[in-house]
């Protein structure tokens, strides 16, 4: 079975992943995406409430919400993050987005060290449009901590788990970038086809930004450094993603 999936009710493909999201999305044949950023992130329930209007304004169906972007107030534990999934997903499936546990809506939910929101919120959304004149392909990357994919607690996936020296920063970085990289193989795209890369770490990135970063091509739209946290305990660095036809602030 294919991972990269057709969802032509919202314009766009995604690698299948985990209930609670994908792991990336791109635009079919006819789209573009675009993401919208919030002036300041607004709880859950307000902000799918303002994605409905900002879809209504715009005169597009809610199927075409293809990726979003959190804040959460701390990491969770294993099993307040599975609950807390499960509460996120009940609206995507009023809206016939998630269906029979596949999710094409790609995520990133991290916790930012100082000044959190009190409740999860959303900083930022993406969705499709019919094309105007861009001849370049969109997709958007889901945030991926150093976490393999697969069954057991995070502790047991986590890369060098519960270390933060230099050389376990790097080996959990490096294996982030390998696993971003081989999403954007999966659809089509490379690290040229980027307009920005958001990097999620309270740790120094500095060391890591010339040979594991820069060196790979990863920023050629600079770099945006969250300091933040990844949203689950153990997840010392994640990393996500873009490429869009426009931005906006709603």
Same mark, same amino acid.
């Given at each position: 079975? %294919? ?18 999201? %994908? ?63 499960? @509460? ?32 999860? %919120? ?25 976490a393999r994919e697969g069954q057991g607690s995070y502790r047991d996936r986590i890369v060098r788990y519960g270390e933060t020296s %230099? ?9 982030? @970038? ?24 309270? @740790?120094?990135? @500095? ?44």
């Open positions: 079975m %294919s991972q990269v999936l057709a969802f032509p009710n919202g314009g766009y493909r995604f690698i299948k992943g985990p209930f609670q999201f %994908s792991s990336g999305v791109a635009a079919e044949p006819g789209f573009e995406i675009e993401r919208a950023r919030f002036a300041r992130p607004i709880p859950l329930a307000e902000g799918f409430r303002a994605i409905e209007a900002h879809f209504e304004a715009i005169g597009r169906p809610l199927t075409g919400f293809c990726a979003c972007e959190l804040r959460s107030p701390a990491p969770f534990t294993d099993s307040g993050f599975t609950d807390f999934n499960r @509460h996120y997903v009940g609206t995507l499936e009023t809206w016939g987005v998630y269906r029979s546990g596949v999710n094409p809506v790609a995520r990133s939910n991290v916790c930012p060290e100082i000044g959190p929101p009190a409740t999860p %919120s959303f900083y930022a959304f993406s969705y499709t449009v019919p094309i105007r004149a861009g001849q370049r392909p969109t997709f958007v990357i889901a945030g991926s901590g150093e %230099s050389d376990a920063l790097r080996e959990k970085a490096r294996w982030v @970038h390998d696993e971003i990289e081989r999403r954007l193989g999966l659809l089509g795209v490379g690290w040229q086809d980027a307009t920005a890369t958001q990097v999620y770490t309270v @740790h120094d990135l @500095h060391p890591l930004l010339a040979d594991e970063i820069a060196a790979r091509g990863a920023m050629p739209a600079g770099l945006t450094w969250h300091y933040a946290r990844p949203p689950v305990i153990g997840l010392e660095y994640e990393l996500d993603v873009r490429g869009v036809a426009r931005e906006v602030v709603v």
